[in-house]
């Protein structure tokens, strides 16, 4: 299946796979466009809801029965894209506020929170959602499923909620006019206890990132 086949109109809008296969696609041409920077005003808020409609793809997918792949092995999908200007373009855009604190399994006890960062995330979640995609355009749209269901599980699924928890943080936290401090010293190549974290992560001034990120507190 081509590119251009995609979304043909002799495919079924109400089948599963060109349903969940259309969310994915819509979010990876969003979150291209917004790291564009081409409207910066609007990044967070749009991704916001990028995230939101994505994982609801993520939930039919997680509440869908087993898919099985219609080959013991998988088909080679062709070589993978590189992210890394993707990356630098999300860094630079969401700078002021991409690094945030993340637990991982909040079912493991006394775990304590890492340092993350969003424009890592993202590019992380796109790797695997292209990653199917190239097998759905290819024609195999079982494997595409597969693809994609084990590694919402896996990988992509939690990935793209702490991201969510994030962003809705961030628009909270400045439509209620509740300051952050200041992010300045927290990095996610550091090894930083719980103490360290409480005091430096999440420290933006709601004044400072109002303006350039297009959120604006409630009056």
Same mark, same amino acid.
């Given at each position: 299946?081509?590119?251009?086949?995609?979304?043909?109109?002799?495919?079924?809008?109400?089948?599963?796979?060109?349903?969940?296969?259309?969310?994915?696609?819509?979010?990876?041409?969003?979150?291209?466009?917004?790291?564009?920077?081409?409207?910066?005003?609007?990044? =967070?808020?749009?991704?916001?809801?990028?995230?939101?409609?994505?994982?609801?793809?993520?939930?039919?997918? %997680?509440?869908?029965?087993?898919?099985?792949?219609?080959?013991?092995?998988?088909?080679?999908?062709?070589?993978?894209?590189? =992210?890394?200007?993707?990356?630098?373009?999300?860094?630079?855009?969401?700078?002021?506020?991409?690094?945030?604190?993340?637990?991982?399994?909040?079912?493991?006890?006394?775990?304590?929170?890492?340092?993350?960062?969003?424009?890592?995330?993202?590019?992380?979640?796109?790797?695997?959602?292209?990653? %199917?995609?190239?097998?759905?355009?290819? %024609?195999?749209?079982?494997?595409?499923?597969?693809?994609?269901?084990?590694?919402?599980?896996?990988?992509?699924?939690?990935?793209?909620?702490?991201?969510?928890?994030?962003?809705?943080? =961030?628009?909270?936290?400045?439509?209620?006019?509740?300051?952050?401090?200041?992010?300045?010293?927290?990095?996610?190549?550091?090894?930083? %206890?719980?103490?360290?974290?409480?005091?430096?992560?999440?420290?933006?001034?709601?004044?400072?990132?109002?303006?350039?990120?297009?959120?604006?507190?409630?009056?």
């Amino acid at each position: 299946m081509s590119d251009a086949t995609l979304h043909a109109t002799h495919q079924n809008p109400d089948d599963f796979a060109v349903q969940i296969a259309d969310q994915i696609e819509s979010f990876l041409v969003a979150v291209t466009e917004v790291a564009k920077g081409d409207e910066p005003d609007s990044a =967070v808020p749009f991704l916001l809801l990028e995230v939101s409609q994505l994982l609801l793809a993520g939930g039919r997918l %997680g509440a869908h029965e087993d898919i099985v792949p219609d080959e013991r092995y998988e088909p080679d999908p062709g070589p993978e894209q590189d =992210v890394d200007q993707l990356r630098e373009n999300l860094a630079r855009l969401l700078d002021p506020i991409d690094v945030y604190s993340e637990v991982f399994d909040p079912y493991e006890p006394r775990k304590a929170p890492v340092p993350a960062r969003i424009s890592d995330d993202l590019t992380d979640v796109i790797t695997d959602l292209r990653h %199917g995609m190239a097998h759905y355009r290819a %024609g195999r749209t079982t494997e595409a499923l597969w693809w994609w269901q084990f590694s919402y599980f896996s990988n992509w699924g939690s990935t793209a909620s702490a991201t969510l928890r994030a962003l809705q943080s =961030v628009v909270a936290h400045v439509r209620l006019n509740q300051p952050l401090e200041e992010l300045d010293g927290l990095d996610t190549d550091q090894d930083l %206890g719980d103490e360290v974290l409480e005091a430096e992560a999440g420290r933006v001034m709601a004044r400072e990132i109002a303006g350039p990120l297009g959120l604006r507190p409630v009056k």
